[in-house]
Structures are given as structure tokens and as C-alpha cells.
């Protein structure tokens, strides 16, 4: 008997200019299996979802720039 395989981990684009914030909601999502990835800015975000697929995005809308 074969067991089911379990679902891929729920992908999570971090976008924040603080440093501090990014670090403080990686580590929560990390320890509940989520997989995270950070932006800084913006436009890297943007990029980042050009090439790659995200689950969810958790966004800071008050950044300088955009």
C-alpha cells in the first residue's frame, strides 16, 4: 500500500522595506512549514514574480519607490 503523497509547501513572497519585519514574519512561517522568499523593494518583488510561482504575497503597501 502506497501512501499519499503529502501537498507541496504554500509558497510565500515577503515584501518589505524593513529588514526587521521580514525577519520577524520569516521565522513563524519557516516553523509552520511554509516556504519563504524576501523582496526589499518593489520592483524586486515584480521580479521575482516573473519568475517564479507564490502562494500567497504578505505586502507592505507604505514603501518608498512604488
Known sequence: MTTPASPPPIRVLLV???????????????EMGFVTT??????????LMQSQSFDVVLLDVNMPGM
Not at 16 to 30: C, G, K, T, V
Not at 38 to 46: F, P, Y
Open 38 to 47: 524576501e523582496a526589499s523593494r518593489g520592483e524586486e518583488a515584480l521580479h
Open 16 to 30: 518589505d522595506d524593513e529588514p526587521s519585519i521580514r525577519r520577524a514574519l520569516r521565522a513563524p512561517l519557516n
